[in-house]
Each structure stands twice: as structure tokens, then as C-alpha cells.
T-cell receptor
């Protein structure tokens, strides 16, 4: 069974902490994505990557960075956590080329910043 | 204008009825479209994909695509209480490899 695994299901961090969210996929997918999901706002793209060492800003990259040192792993970093970063964070991956099969999502990390 | 628009609902249907979920998209270059189901507190799961104009059926689910009208819909026949969830519509960007998501429609199936 193919998987996208996010390292933590729930996290509670303090304001100002540096936070690492890890995502690993075992499908050999080229594309990986980080979204946050908030009530009424839907899924918002933070960063994405089409290849190792490569990253692109999404719609809301401020306050975040990413790292993709290996094809299967895509990490989201909150440089200095703030309360407005309390959210559900979803990692997703997809293959390149046609046809487009859609994303596979991880189970999500619910982050609370206090 | 959002790339993908959905009526947020909530939509309520009685058990056994047909639930109809609708979505419009703005990018005429989009070629691939998807429906995801998301239960409360869970991550989205892919339930349907559609690439060509017309209907695509999979069990109780039928996806419909009209590229001229930039309209995608999902019909759920014989709705069950277990279908109660938020349904997300997604469209592939014209550059490929990235999707635009709607904000989702909340569906409740009443026993």
C-alpha cells in the first residue's frame, strides 16, 4: 500500500520555536507539496518541489522554508513559530507526466502554537 | 477570482437520495480534474478523476465534466450516512503538476 507519511499527528509548540514537519513518500514521486488547511480558507499551498534540491514558493510561503535533500523526503520548517501558524498541515505527493493521477495526501499534522 | 469555486454548503440529503456537488474552474488550460472526500479531522482521499468531457462512473459515484462551461460535478447515488464529509474539487494547473483546490462542500446524509 503506497504511503505518504507525516512524522507527527499532533504537535504543540511554543511561540518562537523552530518547528520541523517531516514528510516521507514511498511511491517514487517526483512532486511533493506542503499545504495548510484552515476552516473557511480551504487548502493553501505553502511550498512545493518537483525534484531533489529544488523548491518553489506557493501562495503563502512567508514564515516557512522547506528542504528536499532526498527524493522521498520533503521537510517543512517554521523558522519562528507564531500563533497564526496554528493549523492542519498536509503533505502530498504526485507523479509527473501524463496522465495526471492526482495527489496522495499524508494523514496530516495538527500543529498548535501557544 | 478563485481558480476553483464550490458552494460551501452545507448540503443535506436524506439517505438513499442523490447528492449533487458542483464546481467551476477558471483556467481553460486545465485538463485533469479530481474529487476528494475529507472526513472531519482526516486528510483528503481521492475518489474520482476525470479528464474528458462527459460522464465517468465508479460505483455509486459519477463525475461529470463540461470543459466548454468549465464545470465539474459529482453525483453520489443512494447516499449513505457514511458519505457525510467535505468534498473537495481540484483542477490541474495549466502548467501541470500542481492542482487548484476549491474550499469544499460539506455534505450531510440524514438517516
Amino acid at each position: 500500500d503506497v504511503k505518504v507519511t507525516q512524522s507527527s499527528r499532533y504537535l504543540v509548540k511554543r511561540t518562537g520555536e523552530k518547528v520541523f514537519l517531516e514528510c516521507v513518500q514511498d511511491m517514487d514521486h517526483e512532486n511533493m507539496f506542503w499545504y495548510r488547511q484552515d476552516p473557511g480558507l480551504g487548502l493553501r499551498l505553502i511550498y512545493f518541489s518537483y525534484d531533489v534540491k529544488m523548491k518553489e514558493k506557493g501562495d503563502i510561503p512567508e514564515g516557512y522554508s522547506v528542504s528536499r535533500e532526498k527524493k522521498e523526503r520533503f521537510s517543512l520548517i517554521l523558522e519562528s513559530a507564531s500563533t497564526n501558524q496554528t493549523s492542519m498541515y498536509l503533505c502530498a505527493s504526485s507523479s509527473q507526466g501524463a496522465p495526471i493521477y492526482g495527489y496522495t495526501f499524508g494523514s496530516g499534522t495538527r500543529l498548535t502554537v501557544v | 477570482q478563485k481558480e476553483v469555486e464550490q458552494n460551501s454548503g452545507p448540503l443535506s440529503v436524506p439517505e438513499g437520495a442523490i447528492a449533487s456537488l458542483n464546481c467551476t474552474y477558471s483556467d481553460r488550460g486545465s485538463q485533469s480534474f479530481f474529487w476528494y472526500r475529507q472526513y472531519s479531522g482526516k486528510s483528503p482521499e481521492l475518489i474520482m478523476s476525470i479528464y474528458s468531457n462527459g460522464d465517468k462512473e465508479d460505483g455509486r459515484f459519477t463525475a461529470q465534466l463540461n470543459k466548454a462551461s468549465q464545470y465539474v460535478s459529482l453525483l453520489i447515488r443512494d447516499s449513505q450516512p457514511s458519505d457525510s464529509a467535505t468534498y473537495l474539487c481540484a483542477a490541474e494547473s495549466n502548467t501541470g503538476n500542481q492542482f487548484y483546490f476549491g474550499t469544499g462542500t460539506s455534505l450531510t446524509v440524514i438517516p
